[in-house]
T-cell receptor, first 113, second 114 residues
Framework: AQSVAQPEDQVNVAEGNPLTVKCTYSVSGNPYLFWYVQYPNRGLQFLLK??????LVKGSYGFEAEFNKSQTSFHLKKPSALVSDSALYFCALIRAGSYQLTFGKGTKLSVIP | DGGITQSPKYLFRKEGQNVTLSCEQN?????MYWYRQDPGQGLRLIYY???????QKGDIAEGYSVSREKKESFPLTVTSAQKNPTAFYLC?????????????FGQGTRLTVV
């Protein structure tokens, strides 16, 4: 079985401050990890992914994420938050050798002006 | 423009009726997925398909059915056996090869039972 946990339902951060959205996972074998963002009543948009190699991956809109195998985490980060970053963020994984794409419950990010 | 199209955007169903949600992609992707989204529960996988004429149940397949007769199309039928079908439904596709490619999502269908 594989699972993704996003321990925070909501994260509030002031505009200009750094932000972190947390994600941990459980899977047997090597994971492929993804972050997506969703705006109200819309589909999901891809932000970034970790497949292999460098543990720090950079993605769209200035976001980055750090893969930590020992802590089974893949936290999303951004050095300076914008009000327009306010949205619902999802972490997801595929186990190597599988097609099943599993999502976490999502974290609502609110950036306060 | 390449992309993935879901229709209709809004759908109303009477109790006891079956309804079919459309999902079409012109990205030449092998893999396609259906998810259900409820507030506070994230995205839960209903069905997925790796290739034409093949599909697998996800975590919440009961009360749903799918077909994959063409690479481009992966329709989802919500049957009368699904007791609580009101939700936001999302279709996605990915290249599939290597399983390391990201999924592309449609804009969703909001289904309401009236």
């Amino acid at each position: 079985a594989q699972s993704v946990a996003q321990p925070e339902d909501q994260v509030n951060v002031a505009e200009g401050n750094p932000l972190t959205v947390k994600c941990t996972y459980s899977v047997s074998g090597n994971p492929y990890l993804f972050w997506y963002v969703q705006y109200p009543n819309r589909g999901l948009q891809f932000l970034l992914k970790y497949i292999t190699g460098d543990n720090l991956v950079k993605g769209s809109y200035g976001f980055e994420a750090e893969f930590n195998k020992s802590q089974t985490s893949f936290h999303l980060k951004k050095p300076s938050a914008l009000v327009s970053d306010s949205a619902l963020y999802f972490c997801a994984l595929i186990r190597a050798g599988s097609y099943q794409l599993t999502f976490g419950k999502g974290t609502k990010l609110s950036v306060i002006p | 423009d390449g992309g993935i199209t879901q229709s209709p955007k809004y759908l109303f169903r009477k109790e006891g009726q079956n309804v079919t949600l459309s999902c079409e992609q012109n990205l030449n992707h092998d893999a396609m997925y259906w998810y259900r989204q409820d507030p506070g529960q994230g995205l839960r996988l209903i069905y997925y398909s790796q290739i034409v004429n093949d599909f697998q149940k996800g975590d919440i397949a009961e009360g749903y059915s799918v077909s994959r007769e063409k690479k481009e199309s992966f329709p989802l039928t919500v049957t009368s056996a699904q007791k609580n079908p009101t939700a936001f439904y999302l279709c996605a596709s990915s290249k599939g090869q290597g399983r390391s490619t990201e999924a592309f999502f449609g804009q969703g269908t909001r289904l309401t039972v009236v």
